[in-house]
């Protein structure tokens, strides 16, 4: 079993930062991908960025240049930098790690999700 610690949501007012780490830790042998999503009520929840093993990555294109993802393998950390933040980056943020475990390969987990609220 995997088990995913987001942390550093909150409120913040529009043009300002936040940071966002998800730890996974557990019986994990390679953690592949990892991702950030966010979702608002009512909307599908849509890939915000996402990195590789190997540090490629990619955005959605309404953050690039905005948000940063980043990872640590060793500590199998993933972390969002968003800056210039909006109120429409308003949404539950969710991370997701595709990991190899003991019993599975490829499986997807997922974090409880932190609220990022950005006031006007």
């Known amino acids: 079993q995997v088990q995913l610690v987001e942390s550093g949501g909150g409120l913040v007012q529009a043009g300002g930062s936040l940071r966002l780490s998800c730890a996974a830790s557990g019986n994990i042998i390679s953690v592949n991908f990892m991702a950030w999503y966010r979702q608002v009520p009512g909307k599908q929840r849509e890939l915000v960025a996402g990195?590789?093993?190997?540090?490629?990555?990619n955005y959605a294109d309404s953050v690039k240049g905005r948000f940063t993802i980043s990872r640590d393998n060793a500590k199998n950390l993933v972390e969002l930098q968003m800056n210039s933040l909006k109120p429409d980056d308003t949404a539950v943020y969710y991370c997701k790690v595709v990991c190899d475990t003991g019993d599975a390969s490829g499986m997807n987990y997922w974090g409880k999700g932190t609220l990022v609220t950005v006031s006007s």
């Open positions: 990195i590789s093993k190997g540090g490629w990555t």
